[in-house]
């Protein structure tokens, strides 16, 4: 339990994380991976090197600061850190690492002057409070997914029984497990872990479920990044017959059932979980409402698919807009999906559910044309595939 003057000096440190944060959590994260590299497989190398991830811990740590007091203030923060720390299977003897790695990095960015003992005594206390908070959250998630019809613990042997290209750019891959028993059925919106080795280097990945869970396998449909270890590896090497290891299902990021209109709205590869969300709002009556946004037709996966359900089912409404005029006569718009065309393919509807997904440009611009259009904040959901971020 943190004492009075430990909240204080804990509160007291946040303008320096709001102005030197970054800085902090990029040499944090130098250090460890560089004195611990049994933690490397959790990280993306690539969301390090672009600063991605250094910049979601620094966003992290400063609401853990500012909200020491209140930590319910926190809302889905911590739910969201839980199931990707349990989609990459996280366990408790990491924490230590990064407990006596972040303080290591606050003594040698913030200097001595700073970083008093007092100050450090003060972030242990707070760091291991977290730590006891996520790791008792996390053991629950563990067991609740293993004592699961078809759930289990840790890694599961699944094998490549199918893939499929949907696009030049992403190809769908279906995994079944080995043992050839039931699997843990997942929530449309839900991601899936993977665990292989490249090189002879382990590398974990989280990728969104781009289909419904029948209870025999997932699917799962990535883009080629480019320079990316895993994606291209899959794209490039994995075969028919190839096994790899997967985690449970997890996820807070689910369609939630409702009587209310749904609108699905995505960019590029932010079409994956929207797919599951999709095929399960149809299962109901529920007016649906889908708009995918493509740089041209060459990259726009899934369109027949979509097309077809909007023959066969007069509730949902799809609508399309590509970046690109070389292909507008395959779009209902071209350009960049605007305030005035958004509020076209809504209707009159703004008391509706909206689920977006896609590029952090992308999704701050749907969030502020949504609020502008009236929808309801608290019915606009999103996630990011990568670190969070803010949109604002």
């Not at 029948?214 to 990044?225: A, F, M, P, T």
Request: proline share 5%; with cysteine; aromatic share 8%.
């Amino acid at each position: 339990m943190l004492s009075v003057e430990q909240r204080a000096i804990i509160k007291a440190t946040v303008p320096l994380l709001e102005t030197g944060g970054e800085a902090l959590t990029t040499h944090f994260y130098r250090m460890m991976l560089n004195e611990y590299p049994e933690v490397r497989p959790l990280f993306n190398q690539a969301h390090q090197a672009s600063g991605d991830q250094p910049r979601a811990l620094a966003n992290g740590v400063l609401m853990y600061a500012r909200h020491i007091d209140q930590l319910e203030q926190l809302g889905g923060l911590v739910g969201q850190i839980i199931n990707k720390h349990v989609a990459l299977q996280i366990l408790p003897e990491h924490y230590p690492i990064v407990g006596k790695c972040l303080l290591r990095a606050i003594e040698e960015v913030l200097g001595s002057d700073i970083a008093t003992p007092e100050v450090i005594a003060a972030w242990a206390g707070a760091y291991g409070q977290l730590a006891d908070i996520l790791i008792g959250a996390e053991e629950s998630l563990y067991q609740q997914k293993a004592r699961a019809a078809g759930g289990w613990r840790g890694t599961r042997e699944f094998r490549l029984a199918r893939r499929e290209q949907e696009s030049c750019e992403i190809t769908s891959f279906y995994f079944v497990p080995v043992d050839g028993l039931p699997v843990l059925k997942a929530e449309p919106g839900q991601y899936i872990g993977l665990r292989l080795f490249i090189d002879g280097a382990e590398q974990r990945r989280n990728y969104s479920l781009s289909a419904l869970c029948d209870g025999l396998g997932y699917r799962i449909s990535v883009k080629r990044e480019q320079g990316g270890k895993v994606s291209n590896y899959l794209h490039d090497q994995l075969v028919v017959g190839d096994t790899l290891q997967l985690f449970p299902p997890s996820g807070e990021f689910t369609l939630t059932a409702s009587d209310k209109p749904l609108v699905l709205i995505s960019g590029g590869v932010g079409i994956t979980p929207t797919l599951a969300m999709l095929e399960a709002a149809l299962q109901t009556q529920r007016p649906v409402r889908f708009i995918h946004c493509a740089r041209n037709a060459s990259v726009h996966a899934f369109r027949a698919w979509v097309d077809g359900l909007a023959e066969r089912h007069p509730q949902l409404q799809r609508f399309y807009c590509y970046g690109e005029g070389q292909d507008a006569h395959h779009a209902d718009a071209v350009g960049l999906l605007n305030q005035d065309l958004l509020g076209q393919w809504l209707g009159h509807a703004r008391d509706v559910d909206v689920y977006f997904l896609g590029p952090k440009g992308f999704m701050g611009a749907i969030k502020r044309q949504l609020k502008g259009l009236g929808v309801p904040e608290q019915q606009s959901r999103y996630e990011f595939f990568g670190p969070a971020a803010a949109l604002e």
